[in-house]
């Protein structure tokens, strides 16, 4: 943040409010409506934070007392008329502990920490209800427990709120959890650490993929984060729109036809290995269920169940005429003719699932 934003050019003879006013709007308070924190606690927040400096050739940090405001920092009835005592010499830094201290006093951090956690967690509606069987035992774990988030996580996940229906697969995937979870769902097979140079290739094209979605890796937009996580009244239906759902679409295609290939390398889906792991792929009916307990989070229509079943029958009425195929090709599994039947209707299925709005659903 003493770069991000500006920390480093704080100092006092020119107070840079940017870090101070962050630090409360989106870092520990938020805006919600019983938020009252001033325009003069943003300053005296800046002029607390002064004197921190940044050593761009050995990468660190540290604090120059000359740089710092030795003057009291006054704050207002919203934080209990609060006076942080200036400091000097190396002991400047020491007001910033008591800055974070008397943010953290405040009921409202706990607060939101804890919405922002249900929002990423389970859904960003937040209604009356939830507020305060949720959210507010959240916040109160919060504080009890000096703001270790692990026990808050725990209640929240284990909770018999998180597993009911209403709030399962509620939210769209971001193109992260989308890119790398269809690699893990299919065991996409990268090369090994020895092959380093080719390994960091085929994970970068991952990486293009979801930045090509509208979320590049350990690159934010701005200080807020990627919208879908925090703008209203869409949040994370940001991630799917005119140019995005395309993207996805076309990297799960080129993935499951022709792989992307760098090298001499390739990396694809592999049908074929995918579901010989399954209880009894030359079933049809079990084929389709264990595939969609699997890769969906939310069960499907029957009348989807039947239309991806027809996809593996090629149209025809029978189960047999998958069995066959799929007995025909494991007896002869370097046979072209049987493998590439299979292939292709699976292929041909996979395709249609994986487009599926219920596959976007985390």
């Not at 979801?210 to 991630?239: C, I, K, R, T």
Request: proline share 5%; with cysteine; net charge negative.
């Amino acid at each position: 943040m003493l770069r991000y934003l500006n920390g480093y050019q704080n100092n006092k003879n020119a107070p840079d409010e940017n870090y101070a006013r962050e630090l409360q709007e989106l870092f520990t308070l938020g805006k919600g409506p019983l938020v009252f924190y001033t325009e003069a606690d943003v300053r005296a927040a800046a002029r607390v934070l002064t004197g921190y400096t940044v050593n761009a050739t050995t990468i660190s940090s540290s604090f120059d007392p000359n740089r710092h405001d030795t003057a009291n920092k006054q704050f207002s009835a919203y934080y209990q008329n609060k006076v942080i005592l200036g400091k000097t010499g190396v002991n400047g830094a020491k007001e910033t502990e008591e800055l974070i201290d008397m943010l953290f006093l405040q009921d409202e951090t706990a607060l939101y920490l804890s919405r922002k956690l249900y929002r990423f967690f389970v859904y960003y509606e937040i209604d009356a209800a939830t507020e305060a069987n949720v959210i507010v035992p959240m916040a109160n774990l919060f504080r009890a427990s000096k703001y270790e988030i692990k026990p808050v996580l725990e209640l929240l996940l284990s909770s018999t709120h998180f597993y009911d229906p209403v709030n399962v697969a509620g939210m769209i995937k971001s193109p992260l959890d989308y890119c790398v979870g269809l690699c893990k769902e299919f065991k996409m097979q990268f090369p090994d650490s020895t092959d380093f140079a080719n390994q960091y290739l085929m994970y970068d094209y991952i990486r293009t993929q979801a930045s090509n979605m509208q979320q590049n890796l350990a690159d934010p937009p701005s200080v807020s984060g990627w919208p879908a996580y925090y703008q209203a009244p869409q949040f994370h239906e940001l991630w799917i729109n005119s140019d995005t759902l395309p993207r996805r679409n076309q990297m799960m295609n080129i993935l499951l036809t022709s792989g992307y290939t760098r090298n001499g390398k390739k990396i694809f889906i592999d049908v074929l290995t995918y579901v010989n792991a399954l209880s009894n792929p030359g079933n049809p009916n079990l084929l389709i269920s264990d595939t969609v307990a699997h890769l969906c989070a939310i069960d499907l229509t029957p009348e989807v169940i039947q239309f991806l079943k027809g996809i593996l029958l090629s149209g025809q009425s029978t189960d047999s005429y998958w069995t066959d195929a799929w007995t025909s090709y494991k007896a002869n599994p370097t046979n072209t003719v049987t493998r590439n039947m299979v292939v292709s209707r699976l292929n041909s299925m996979f395709s249609y699932l994986l487009n599926l709005p219920e596959y976007q659903l985390s």
